[in-house]
T-cell receptor
Framework: DAKTTQPNSMESNEEEPVHLPCNHS???????IHWYRQLPSQGPEYVIH???SNVNNRMASLAIAEDRKSSTLILHRATLRDAAVYYC?????????????FGTGTRLTIIP | GAVVSQHPSRVICKSGTSVKIECRSL??????MFWYRQFPKQSLMLMAT?????????EQGVEKDKFLINHASLTLSTLTVTSAHPEDSSFYIC????????????FGDGTRLSIL
């Protein structure tokens, strides 16, 4: 599986935007970039995914570099409820709904 | 949105007991479900892929006789930890996705298993 690299931890102030980076220099042409987050003592939650173009949904935005070797998850206005571990995962869509391989993720702390 | 329900949320039992965990997709059918295990301060580790109507596919290093998986219907998969020991204490999480291409995974809230 293609690997992703994320910072272990980040901090952000409440009500400010948060940019969570992810490097995936060995990404293949059929790999989608998925983001999930896990709140304390809960199962992960789907956030967003994309292939080449930037994506927006009600939770976040995903900015994908032109060469696809990196991406950034953007939380436009962080709240205390956004404190979680964020996982950037590559998923090969050519195999349909394949399993997810979780790395260590980024632990996001929101400062009130 | 899609909902995956996991039961029970917490189990505490004696060593040697077998424990069954249920994973249900409440508003969609899932031919494939996944079982993960997460130790404290670690990431999720995939244990097995549960396939409706056929045998589960286990990841390397996961004992299939220890962790029995049954996926008897399109909305239910069960994981049974047989003869559990303290080292099996962990957070067990299931996931499922709707039928269709490149669908996101929907996760249950997990089962915290504590073996005394």
């Amino acid at each position: 599986d293609a690997k992703t690299t994320q910072p272990n931890s980040m901090e952000s102030n409440e009500e400010e935007p948060v940019h969570l980076p992810c490097n995936h220099s060995t990404i293949s042409g059929t790999d989608y970039i998925h983001w999930y987050r896990q709140l304390p003592s809960q199962g992960p939650e789907y956030v967003i995914h994309g292939l080449t173009s930037n994506v927006n949904n009600r939770m976040a935005s995903l900015a994908i570099a032109e060469d696809r070797k990196s991406s950034t998850l953007i939380l436009h206005r962080a709240t205390l409820r956004d404190a979680a571990v964020y996982y950037c995962i590559l998923r090969d869509a050519s195999f349909g709904n394949e399993k997810l391989t979780f790395g260590t993720g980024t632990r996001l702390t929101i400062i009130p | 949105g899609a909902v995956v329900s996991q039961h029970p949320s917490r189990v505490i039992c004696k060593s040697g007991t077998s424990v069954k965990i249920e994973c249900r997709s409440l508003d969609f059918q899932a031919t494939t479900m996944f079982w993960y295990r997460q130790f404290p301060k670690q990431s999720l580790m995939l244990m097995a892929t549960s396939n409706e109507g056929s045998k589960a596919t286990y990841e390397q290093g996961v004992e299939k006789d220890k962790f029995l998986i049954n996926h008897a219907s399109l909305t239910l998969s069960t994981l049974t930890v047989t003869s559990a020991h303290p080292e099996d204490s962990s957070f067990y999480i299931c996931s499922a996705s709707k039928t269709g291409w490149n669908q996101p995974q929907h996760f249950g809230d997990g089962t915290r298993l504590s073996i005394l």
